[in-house]
């Protein structure tokens, strides 16, 4: 059984090496040649794994990223607008560049884990769960999640456009929205749902018109019918506002809180190793003077500390640039 398995792995890397090709996805491309190389090393198959890496090292890469990682989407003229629905971004963030509790993290992973042996799965007549809802305040993640579960399985990462689908004529939504799910239906690939809570909103809400009821039922009904190959991803500030019924559409449910001081001192270390700079201090201790900051906060905290730090070379003085850069947080806070 563990060797129908392995086929069943190395098959889904096939499958995948030849969508990168149709698709003209060099980055993808990149990605399943070196996982299939990794694991014929693990194999002690040196000289096949040194041969397909020295293939890799004279492919030619053709540039496919434009406008910081957005790409335009390749459509059918029944999907002429799509364009309007979806924003295609390139993953950049990887799960090891996340700062997850361990039971998050461990929830996660099994998620992405359900997907990368999916065959497995079906060989047993069962399907991978296929939905996740991402609860918790503003940057603490949430699209970075979504963005990172894209990346570990190697498939493409489309943003919903709330902009293309809300129409100025309401009865225009349900069409639009089936045309959303109609093109995402032709793909392997994670759809996100920023601020889910602007169109998945309770439609026992006194305040709504007939109309907004019915684009949520709608919503509803297209989630449902969505394929397991398409990872349908949530995110909401206020869950209170949600439909109740769109909670049963959603098979996992995280809570992306505000870090605690670990938490925060784990992404500083992480920011350290990747700027290559050694702010001087515990991360610690910076953290718990950021204390309460969410991680966008605090990333952009490192951020600054690194501009200035690489403006004033050759000599930074990276614990005066600390300094500064704390004085600013608090009149920020102000």
């Known amino acids: 059984m563990q060797g129908r398995e392995k086929n069943m792995a190395k098959a889904d890397l096939l499958i ?5 090709i149709n698709r003209g996805d060099d980055n993808l491309y990149k990605k399943v040649v070196e996982s299939i190389i990794a694991d014929e090393r693990r194999k002690n198959h040196h000289i096949l794994a040194d041969q397909l890496q020295n293939r890799l090292n004279q ?5 496919v990223q434009k406008n910081g990682g957005q790409f335009p989407i390749h459509q059918s003229n029944s999907n002429s607008n ?37 065959d497995v799965l079906k060989s047993y007549n069962l399907e991978p769960r296929h939905s996740l809802l991402a609860i918790g305040a503003p940057g603490n993640g949430k699209t970075t999640l979504a963005e990172a579960i894209a990346a570990e399985l190697m498939i493409p990462f489309y943003i919903v456009r709330y902009d293309g689908i809300i129409g100025s004529y309401l009865g225009e939504t349900a069409s639009r929205l089936k045309t959303l799910f109609e093109f995402i239906k ?11 809570d602007s169109i998945g909103k309770e439609r026992g809400d006194k305040h709504e018109t007939g109309e907004i009821k019915r684009v949520v039922s709608s919503l509803l009904f297209q989630i449902d019918n969505l394929p397991s190959y398409v990872i349908t991803i949530g995110a909401t500030n206020h869950p209170e506002l949600l439909d109740r019924a769109v909670w049963r559409r959603f098979q996992v449910r995280i809570q992306l809180n505000v870090p605690d001081i670990a938490m925060a001192s784990t ?7 990747r700027s290559n700079i050694d702010f001087e201090y515990t991360s610690k201790t910076i953290a718990t003077k950021l204390k309460g900051l969410s991680f966008a906060e605090i990333e952009e905290f490192c951020l600054d500390i690194q501009r200035k730090y690489v403006l004033r070379l050759p000599d930074s003085n990276v614990k005066r640039i600390i300094q500064e850069c704390y004085d600013e947080v608090e009149l920020r806070k102000i």
């Open 267 to 273: 992404y500083i270390d992480k920011f350290q190793q």
């Open 16 to 20: 995948k090496l030849v969508s990168s």
């Open 82 to 118: 799509i364009e309007n629905f979806l924003l295609h971004i390139q993953p950049t963030k990887r799960l090891n560049d996340l700062v997850l509790d361990p039971s998050t993290l461990k929830i996660v992973q099994e998620f992405i884990q359900e997907h990368h042996r999916r």
């Open 59 to 63: 492919y030619v890469h053709k540039p």
């Open 186 to 196: 032709s793909q392997e690939c994670v759809i996100f749902f920023d601020e889910f």
